[in-house]
């Protein structure tokens, strides 16, 4: 059986802590580099994250930090542009346009409303009215659309309908009215809710365009600053100034420090609205090349919103090119079919103007009318929507305009239930009325002629009853038998 010799060599071991020393050495190095290597990927992935925070990313056409965004043309009820247009999203502040669309429908603007507690508690919110304060509703709807605050929108909503809970229900039918159909909403201010606030840029655009379209919203919206009267809580009273710097240009504080806001001169009027979390909407009128658009974006960010909005106001300017169809007033061939009316047809023309966006290069030859009359029961009032033009530009329908009478029609006689016009039915009342004239001077005729002829027959028998009766004498005194 063989033995393991171990051989000792002088330096062995000092050989092996050289190597040793040279590996752990290897081994910093390989660290230090490593992390320098995950340092640099760190400062280019927050480099690579702050150029998008800033000039955020492209989507459809446009550089937006906005995770949805859209262009709406009122006036033909089209949307011209969009990006996830129908996902959902906090509105925030905006929802102050709907809360104050109804509020400007349904109080009288010079109303005294006392402040209340109810309207005071609030999250996250700093009160600017005071319980027991007097103020008009036309002072809280500026406080409410200048300088968003809460508590004046809540107030608004109690002194409509008693309780917020109660008023949430009409904004609810008001956003279906006007053809939301993806919002819903649980408060008049538009703080977030454990139930969810929400809409979409879509929505929005038709909320804004309802709104402005109110023209004491709109006036509310047009209005750079305010000033907030004395009351009996604020005897200095304030100056307000709207948050929507398109107006007249300003000044915003963003992460980066204090930012800069030029006014657009096509934008009228709009709403902000913010988060606690620093989610940021909004939402523009403006005045395009002539043609009335609405602008919102949602889901951004503090920084970008405003740079967000400006971008899709120039894309819209470089980009509507507004074409006139017709005008207000104009006719068409064809009438309404009226039933049970004292006539069967009424004209109508075009309820308002139709103005269209005519893409860069398209003719005009593509544009095509095409008037479309609804029957309608009588009675019908002037201006009475009778019908409507549907507006193609090629194969697809870009407008429909609505078809107003010109006049009125009454309800018609009985005979209207048979599809008589008053007319038709005077017609044929007087031609029965000559045939029956007529057929009563023949039967008149007729039985005069009998009594005539009967009169002959009898004077024919008188008179051979006479000649008998003087034969018959005559005989007698001749003595005659025969």
Not at 163 to 180: P, R, S, Y
Not at 333 to 362: F, H, M, Q, S, T
Request: hydrophobic content about 40%; glycine content about 8%; aromatic content about 8%.
């Amino acid at each position: 059986m063989g033995h393991l010799r171990v051989f000792y060599r002088p330096g062995r071991d000092q050989s092996m802590k050289q190597t040793n020393q040279t590996k752990q050495k290897n081994k910093k190095i390989l660290k230090a580099v490593l992390v320098g290597v995950l340092a640099v990927a760190m400062v280019v992935l927050y480099c690579v994250g702050s150029f998008a925070f800033v000039y955020g990313e492209e989507k459809n056409g446009i550089d937006l930090g906005a995770q949805g965004a859209a262009i709406y043309v009122a006036d033909s009820n089209t949307y011209f542009w969009e990006y996830q247009a129908d996902q959902r999203f906090d509105p925030a502040s905006i929802t102050k346009l709907l809360t104050c669309l109804i509020v400007a429908e349904t109080l009288d603007m010079d109303q005294v409303v006392t402040v209340t507690s109810a309207c005071l508690d609030l999250p996250d919110t700093w009160n600017f009215l005071v319980e027991g304060e007097e103020v008009t509703v036309k002072d809280l709807m500026y406080l409410a659309l200048l300088e968003s605050h809460n508590e004046a929108s809540k107030m608004l909503a109690i002194a409509v309908s008693g309780t917020e809970d109660a008023f949430t229900v009409l904004m609810n039918q008001k956003a279906n009215e006007i053809g939301c159909i993806n919002s819903e909403f649980h408060n008049s201010h538009g703080l977030t809710v454990p139930a969810g606030n929400f809409s979409t840029p879509k929505d929005v655009c038709r909320i804004t365009a309802a709104a402005l379209a109110n023209p004491i919203v709109r006036e509310v919206c047009e209005t750079p600053t305010y000033q907030y009267p004395v009351t009996n809580k604020h005897p200095e009273g304030a100056t307000l100034h709207t948050t929507n710097l398109f107006l007249e240009g300003g000044k915003y504080t963003g992460s980066q420090g204090e930012v800069s806001v030029s006014a657009i001169d096509e934008v009228y009027g709009g709403k902000t609205g913010t988060t606690v979390q620093r989610v940021t909407t909004m939402s523009v009128g403006c005045v395009v090349n002539g043609v009335n658009v609405m602008v919102c974006i949602m889901g951004d960010t503090v920084d970008l919103r405003y740079t967000d909005i400006a971008k899709l106001v120039a894309y819209a300017r470089a980009n509507i090119q507004p074409y006139d169809v017709f005008a207000k007033g104009t006719e068409f061939e064809g009438k309404a079919r009226v039933k049970e009316g004292a006539v069967k047809y009424v004209d109508a023309v075009a309820g308002e103007d139709c103005v269209i966006n005519l893409p860069e290069g398209a003719s005009p030859a593509l544009v095509l009318v095409e008037p479309v009359y609804d029957e309608v029961m009588a009675p019908v009032m002037e201006g009475d929507v009778v019908g409507h033009v549907a507006v193609y530009l090629a194969d697809e329908q870009v407008d429909s305009v609505p078809l107003v009478a010109v006049k009125s029609v009454e309800k018609g006689w009985i005979f209207s239930k048979i599809g008589l016009s008053n007319a038709e039915a005077a017609g044929i009342i007087a031609g029965l009325t000559v045939v029956l004239i007529l057929l009563i001077w023949l039967l008149s005729v007729r039985a005069k002629n009998k009594r005539i002829a009967r009169q002959k027959r009898e004077a024919r028998i008188r008179e051979l009853a006479l000649r008998q009766m003087e034969q018959e004498e005559s005989q007698k005194e001749r003595g005659w038998n025969y």
